[in-house]
């Protein structure tokens, strides 16, 4: 990563830091979502194991999914009010201009991922991963992270106004649900069992979880990063083709 897209990712931390509102949001909904499936609905849901245990995946990502619709919204925005017009004059490229929000996307959401953990650990989580195993779940948070921000990059070049970035960024958001981050997929209709075992962010889900807590955990781990290298791939390339029509 060059100068100009660190000096970038500092601006866009910066910008985040004078948005406390939006911070405050960010951080704490995925946290308050996880109260709730805890300690409102846990006791109805069989899992095999206590519920706070099983649930801890899935809320880290529903976190980063939050983080990353900031990352749209911001592009959007920079899009919108001549921010680009104004780096391209000093010869600053798209790709350290999208790098800049990407690598701030990716260290926001770290930080609140690990709120989440510390919340976790505070209400009852108890991981029983070796050292390895708490580097392969953080290489494949990064990893995840890293790909949705560069997806939510992209969508924000496709949105013609912040408003709409935020809204095509629901999907990130929603995406959790529909997977075994929150119930078992066995539980749910028959209908839906294909789409829940197969879309990307269960295999995510299923690695963190068995990493986490010293468990068998087949070959999801490398269909986790396939997935996650494949979205990246993909959405660098489309946030490429995006920036030029937008910037030509």
Same mark, same amino acid.
């Given at each position: 990563?060059? #100068? =100009?897209?660190?000096?970038?990712?500092?601006?866009?931390?910066?910008?985040?830091?004078?948005?406390?509102?939006?911070?405050?949001?960010?951080?704490?909904?995925?946290?308050?979502?996880?109260?709730?499936?805890?300690?409102?609905?846990?006791?109805?849901?069989?899992? %095999?194991?206590?519920?706070?245990?099983?649930?801890?995946? %899935?809320?880290?990502?529903?976190? =980063?999914?939050?983080?990353?619709?900031?990352?749209?919204?911001?592009?959007?925005?920079?899009?919108?009010?001549?921010?680009?017009?104004?780096?391209?004059?000093?010869?600053?490229?798209?790709?350290?201009?999208?790098?800049?929000?990407?690598?701030?996307?990716?260290?926001?959401?770290?930080?609140? #991922?690990?709120?989440?953990?510390?919340?976790?650990?505070?209400?009852?989580?108890?991981?029983?991963?070796?050292?390895?195993?708490?580097?392969?779940?953080?290489?494949?948070?990064?990893?995840?992270?890293?790909?949705?921000?560069?997806?939510?990059?992209?969508?924000?070049?496709?949105?013609?106004?912040?408003? =709409?970035? %935020? %809204?095509?960024?629901?999907?990130?958001?929603?995406?959790?649900?529909?997977?075994?981050?929150?119930?078992?997929?066995?539980?749910?209709?028959?209908?839906?069992?294909?789409?829940?075992?197969?879309?990307?962010? #269960?295999?995510?889900?299923?690695?963190?979880? =068995?990493?986490?807590?010293?468990?068998?955990?087949?070959?999801?781990?490398?269909?986790?990063?396939?997935?996650?290298?494949?979205? #990246?791939?993909?959405?660098?390339?489309?946030?490429?083709?995006?920036?030029?029509?937008?910037?030509?």
């Amino acid at each position: 990563m060059n #100068t =100009a897209a660190l000096a970038l990712a500092g601006r866009s931390l910066r910008i985040s830091r004078r948005q406390p509102d939006a911070l405050i949001t960010a951080l704490m909904l995925p946290v308050m979502l996880m109260l709730i499936f805890v300690y409102f609905f846990g006791g109805a849901i069989d899992t %095999g194991t206590a519920y706070v245990t099983y649930v801890v995946p %899935g809320a880290m990502l529903l976190c =980063a999914g939050f983080g990353a619709a900031s990352t749209a919204v911001s592009v959007a925005d920079d899009m919108r009010n001549g921010v680009i017009d104004r780096l391209r004059s000093l010869d600053v490229g798209g790709v350290p201009i999208l790098a800049g929000h990407v690598t701030a996307s990716v260290l926001r959401n770290l930080v609140s #991922t690990t709120l989440v953990l510390a919340v976790a650990l505070a209400i009852g989580f108890r991981p029983q991963a070796s050292g390895a195993g708490y580097l392969a779940a953080a290489v494949l948070l990064v990893a995840y992270i890293t790909a949705i921000s560069w997806l939510a990059a992209a969508l924000g070049l496709l949105a013609k106004t912040p408003e =709409a970035a %935020g %809204g095509f960024t629901f999907l990130m958001m929603f995406l959790p649900y529909p997977s075994s981050a929150f119930v078992p997929i066995d539980t749910m209709p028959g209908w839906l069992h294909g789409f829940a075992e197969h879309q990307p962010l #269960t295999p995510v889900i299923e690695s963190l979880r =068995a990493l986490l807590l010293a468990q068998p955990a087949g070959n999801a781990p490398w269909v986790a990063l396939g997935w996650s290298a494949a979205v #990246t791939v993909l959405a660098v390339a489309l946030a490429g083709v995006l920036f030029r029509r937008r910037t030509s």
